[in-house]
């Protein structure tokens, strides 16, 4: 098995980095035919790549929640390496009661909101750059061309404004508009992650979205 | 404008994030850089760790208990010194406490002073040398013109 795994990171390693951001897939069903139950079980008996395994499959969407969260890819990327760090260190005492997916993501969520106490009111934004197949959203370049003919301009113009607007939300708020609006969770799977009732996650993201609707209203319709 | 419950403006712009991505190749190495701390022991743990025990009330109610034990301790000790008189008590360097009883012992053997004025009463010897002293002289600055 560890042959098999070294062998699979090997070739994952000669891949090109996932770009754009693959759409989200259920647990085990990612490009790896290994479940994520078997890597959990390996890595627990202390087989490293059935670890790293795990770590590439999830490791993208645990980095772009956090981002979206902290608008600062510095302190994602520390909070996403940390994530990881700390369900290694934790992988005897995951009993399977729900998906690691799900366990690693309530890790990452708790990191992110302890390291966003911590931070209080002191943001500082350091944005990725927008990929170039933004191009090829239509929907969205015709958002866009609507407000204004200089597309590129206006795009990092809006990225700023919506990751300050992001900003101005409060913790749980904004984890729950980036776990739903932009990772593309379900209210049930939000949920699960956050610890709370499907009634609160729904609430919560009404009252996220009006508020970024109001701050964001020169862009909005 | 839209109404309150009506996002489909707020959702095409909040798909702008999703496009919003690090640097190439950061996904590359990132698997790698997480593996090398695990390596390094980041990951280790402590056995109430592993155990799932969180010990750190119970470190700072140990901590809180031993301070007041201390200052408990501390204020017993020096109670025991004033009732010992201060001999041998403190090793032969006098306590506080011991000094401040001796002072009291020696001001009711002492005489009454004469008077608590300053200025000195008729009767009574004066030093001389308090009035001695040379001419102050004082010197200002010229004022600026």
Known sequence: MVGTMKAAAVIKEMELPPEPPPPRTKEGADDSEIPDSALVKASRDGDMPAYDQLVQRYQDRIYATIYHMTSNHEDANDLAQETFIKAYSALKSFKGDSSFYTWVYRIAVNKTINFLKQRKNKVSLSLNDLDFNIENDPELVAFVSDKTPRRDIALAELQEKLNMAMQKLSDVHRMVVTLHDIQGLSHEEIATIMECNVGTVRSRLFYARQQLQAYLSDYVK | ?145
């Open chain 2, 1 to 145: 404008m839209s109404s309150p419950d009506n996002f489909d403006s707020l959702e095409k712009l909040l798909r702008l994030k999703q496009y919003e991505q690090p640097p190439p190749r950061y996904f590359r190495d990132f698997s790698g850089r997480v593996m090398s701390r695990i390596e390094a022991g980041e990951a280790r743990t402590s056995w109430w760790e592993r155990l799932g025990i969180d010990l750190r009330p119970t470190f700072a109610a140990a901590a809180g208990m031993l301070a007041c034990g201390l200052v408990v301790y501390g204020v017993a000790t020096a109670d025991g010194n004033i009732e010992m008189g201060g001999d041998g008590a403190s090793g032969g360097i006098p306590l506080p406490t011991e000094l401040t009883a001796r002072a009291f012992a020696q001001a009711d053997h002492a005489s009454p002073p004469n008077s608590t004025n300053p200025i000195p009463a008729f009767g009574t010897p004066i030093d001389h040398k308090v009035f001695e002293g040379g001419v102050i002289r004082a010197s200002f600055p010229a004022p600026r013109r």
